[in-house]
């Protein structure tokens, strides 16, 4: 019953920023670990960004310093601001609800049955 949807995409220019939010619906437990990830045309998934329950956050590396994960838990949505957008950003981004007891960026991609996900919203950054 758990649904995630995501909203905020676009296309940009180098440089510029975008937010991306994901709205959830359904029972959905702060004790979750929350990210997102993201997939580019010809290439393998790719986590982007982690909160865990206790609000620490991880990041990829291609992503650490210009990106920042947050959530608001009366809301029910999770935030990625994403600044110095960069061409190589250009990807499917999608959020995740992930019962993973180790929550990490490096994971959230590693997607299982009982996860939920996104259908996705494409980010496309032009040099």
């Known amino acids: 019953q758990v649904h995630l949807a995501e909203s905020g995409g676009g296309s940009v220019q180098a440089g510029e920023s975008l937010r991306l939010s994901c709205e959830a619906s359904?029972?959905?437990?702060?004790?979750?670990?929350m990210g997102w990830f993201r997939q580019a045309l010809g290439k393998e998934r790719e986590g982007v960004a982690a909160?865990?329950?206790?609000?620490?956050?991880t990041y990829a590396n291609s992503v650490q310093g210009r990106f920042t994960i947050s959530k608001d838990n009366a809301k029910n949505t999770l935030y990625l601001q994403m600044n110095s957008l960069k061409p190589e950003d250009t990807a499917m981004y999608h959020c995740?609800?992930?019962?993973?007891?180790?929550?990490?960026?490096?994971?959230?991609?590693?997607?299982?049955?009982?996860?939920?996900w996104g259908q996705g919203i494409l980010v496309n950054v032009s040099s």
């Open positions: 995740v609800v992930t019962g993973q007891w180790l929550c990490r960026a490096a994971t959230v991609s590693d997607l299982r049955a009982q996860d939920v």
């Open positions: 359904g029972d959905v437990s702060s004790d979750y670990c």
């Open positions: 909160i865990a329950r206790d609000g620490i956050t």
